[in-house]
């Protein structure tokens, strides 16, 4: 490194320290918690303005019970840094960038939360080959140890979806139809379950995982996710690059 000195993948400058990660120390101080004036209590979901809160500040979508989840807590937008982050460790094979973002993702969650068991969101095993891991396991397993909580391999993906960018809130549900099954009801049973994920874009899959494991007999499901989408309009956000913003994620 020293030598032949690597390159940070978002601001281009020289790396030559020894490092399994390939952004320098000022980037990797770069991702933001998120930040809204106005969001619901329950499933954190920002909003431009509390028209569409009730008195107690959940939207009409946690009001109907179609959730599955009884809170969700995410650390960042998926944007910017944050999402080459989370594109790196998908798509590049950076597996290193699990535990470092797994850090940032525990700082969204209460002090005060009662977990019993971790389960991360599967990913089908065709891709498991591909990427040697699963990127919800790898943000789980610094939490796993920091709480001192197992991780739960409680839900299996049975089938790959198509892709869900283009498709509705209702048509990701008809999508997911069947995607995702129980592997061992005993192991959720009466427990309060923490669901962990990496990017929460409408909450289909979320809330298909969630009524599963509350089907299962858990006594509460709490989602957990490094990022979510911000579907405010909003021209002062960050955008990236078409090059950066390549093999874009659903």
């Known amino acids: ?16 320290h020894a490092r399994r990660i390939p952004y320098c120390s000022s980037c990797l101080l770069q991702p933001q918690p998120m930040q809204a004036e106005h969001y619901c209590a329950r499933c954190r979901t920002p909003f ?6 009730d008195a107690y500040g959940v939207c009409l979508r946690c009001r109907s019970g179609i959730a599955g989840f009884d809170y969700v807590y995410s650390y960042g937008f998926f944007d910017g ?5 989370i594109h790196d460790m998908k798509y590049n094979r950076v597996g290193p960038l699990g535990n470092y973002l ?4 525990a700082r969204a969650i209460p002090l005060d939360l009662a977990i019993d068991a971790i389960v991360p969101v599967p990913i089908h095993w ?16 610094p939490l796993a140890k920091r709480m001192q909580i197992p991780i739960l391999p409680a839900l299996r993906r049975r089938r790959i979806a198509r892709s869900q ?10 999508n997911l139809a069947g995607a995702f099954l129980i592997k061992d009801r005993t192991l959720v049973a009466d427990k309060r379950i923490l669901l962990v994920d990496d990017v929460l874009t409408t909450g289909a899959t979320i809330g298909y995982c969630s009524r599963l494991l509350r089907d299962a007999g858990a006594r509460s499901v709490t989602v957990l996710t490094l990022a979510r989408v ?4 909003s021209p002062a956000r960050v955008v990236l690059t078409a090059s950066q913003a390549s093999g874009g994620m659903s």
Do not use: F, H
Request: contains cysteine; positive net charge; glycine residues 4%.
């Open 126 to 141: 065709t891709r498991w080959i591909k990427r040697g891991y699963n990127q919800a396991e790898l943000l789980a397993a």
């Open 1 to 16: 490194n020293a030598v032949i000195p690597g390159e940070c993948n978002w601001c281009k400058c020289e790396i030559r």
């Open 48 to 53: 431009q303005n509390d028209a569409t809160l």
């Open 230 to 233: 911000d579907r405010r309009p």
């Open 102 to 105: 797994g850090e940032l993702m």
């Open 165 to 174: 960018v283009s498709l509705t809130l209702s048509q990701r549900r008809m």
């Open 81 to 85: 840094i944050l999402r080459a982050m």
